[in-house]
Nanobody, 112 residues
Framework: QVQLVESGGGLVQAGGSLRLPCAAP????????IGWFRQAPGKEREFVAA????????YYEDSVKGRFTISRDNSKNTVFLQMNSLKPEDTAVYYC?????WGQGTQVTVSS
């Protein structure tokens, strides 16, 4: 079964940056789309960004376009979410997902 492990979360001031890796060790990674989602307190989990397999097409939720970048390193079975110009409303637990499997999440907190 797929295992996904997120890291890189933390506390950052508004306008700052964070880079979230999601590792998928020991599995076939490169052929499948992988996505990032987030869930803020009291809200539904929402889509943030996704990247397809070998063609690496990318997709973003409107509020993060131009600020967040998703990329993948298939040699390391890892996908990255680079988050720039962070806003307090980006505060959430961030999850990666592939083939119906979720990681455990990593907390991102943006202070104003």
């Amino acid at each position: 079964q797929v295992q996904l492990v997120e890291s890189g979360g933390g506390l950052v001031q508004a306008g700052g940056s964070l880079r979230l890796p999601c590792a998928a060790p020991g599995r076939s990674f490169s052929a499948y789309v992988i996505g990032w989602f987030r869930q803020a307190p009291g809200k539904e989990r929402e889509f943030v960004a996704a990247i397809t397999g070998r063609r690496t097409n990318t997709y973003y939720e409107d509020s993060v376009k131009g600020r967040f970048t998703i990329s993948r390193d298939n040699s390391k079975n890892t996908v990255f979410l680079q988050m720039n110009s962070l806003k307090p409303e980006d505060t959430a637990v961030y999850y990666c997902k592939q083939q119906g499997v979720w990681g455990q999440g990593t907390q991102v907190t943006v202070s104003s």
